[in-house]
């Protein structure tokens, strides 16, 4: 649904080529335990452009709320067709269990012809052990 619609917005505004590549992100989804308050994930945000993007890293809760997680780095440039680690680290507050989005969000840079925003985002469950 969300591929269809920045397809539909790139038609409309004549920028076929660029919507046909997906931006991406791995892994999308995992499972880690734990033996501290933290659980950490390190994803890889890939830029299939032709041009660089401007990226930021956003957590949510499964309902998409914020979540106070520290994120290394949480903006940065990524060059074309280039990928690179970030690492995300998620406090579980108190419970024994936790699941989050982590979200890779391409930024358009100002006054460039492309304003398209996208979002990826990847399911995480994370497990304290005792």
């Avoid at 046909?20 to 033996?35: C, H, L, V, Y």
């Avoid at 460039?112 to 996208?118: C, F, L």
């Amino acid at each position: 649904m969300k591929h269809a619609r920045i397809l539909a917005t790139a038609l409309a505004v004549g920028l076929a080529p660029i919507a046909a590549k997906a931006q991406s992100m791995s892994p999308m989804r995992g499972e880690i335990n734990s033996f501290t308050d933290v659980f950490a994930v390190r994803v890889f945000p890939a830029n299939p452009y032709d041009r660089k993007i401007r990226v930021e890293i956003h957590v949510y809760d499964q309902d998409f709320q914020p979540v106070d997680a520290r994120v290394s780095p949480n903006v940065f440039q990524l060059a074309s067709q280039a990928s690179r680690s970030v690492l995300v680290v998620v406090p579980f507050d108190g419970a024994a269990e936790r699941k989050v989005r982590i979200c890779t969000e391409s930024i358009p840079f100002p006054n460039q012809q492309t304003q398209i925003r996208a979002q990826i985002c990847g399911k995480f469950f994370g497990r304290r052990k005792s």
